[in-house]
């Protein structure tokens, strides 16, 4: 059974920086897309980045120069590094699996998701 994990939420205060993981089991690199999503209150989920199963990337205009991707050797665990936080930054953080041939971060495409990681950004 393929499964994620996110980790690494927590509060900070603006211009911090935290770095969220998510662990893939039953899991081949490759034959899968991984996304990194949020959802503040009352909005709708936000796909903000990609890593395709060719190994491109891809960053939403709205966290780009402030978030990356990373991928660890073993090519189970991604990172998502988040700097110079900001209060609008404030929501759930999720990772999820979609098909091989899903290449944006469009929730509806993405079928296996992880229970979320909280991120506040607040003084």
């Known amino acids: 059974e393929v499964q994620v994990v996110e980790s690494g939420g927590g509060l900070v205060q603006p211009g911090e920086f935290l770095r969220l993981s998510c662990v893939a089991s039953?899991?081949?690199?490759?034959?899968?897309?991984i996304g990194w999503f949020r959802q503040a209150p009352g909005k709708e989920r936000e796909g903000i980045a990609c890593i395709r199963a060719d190994g491109s990337t891809f960053i939403s205009s709205s966290v780009k120069g402030r978030f990356t991707m990373q991928l660890d050797k073993t090519k189970t665990t991604f990172y998502l590094q988040l700097n110079r936080l900001k209060p609008d930054d404030t929501a759930v953080y999720y990772c999820a699996l979609g098909s091989r041939d899903t290449f944006l971060p469009i929730p509806d495409f993405f079928e296996t998701w992880g229970q979320g990681t909280q991120v506040t950004v607040s003084a």
């Open positions: 039953g899991f081949t690199f490759g034959d899968y897309a």
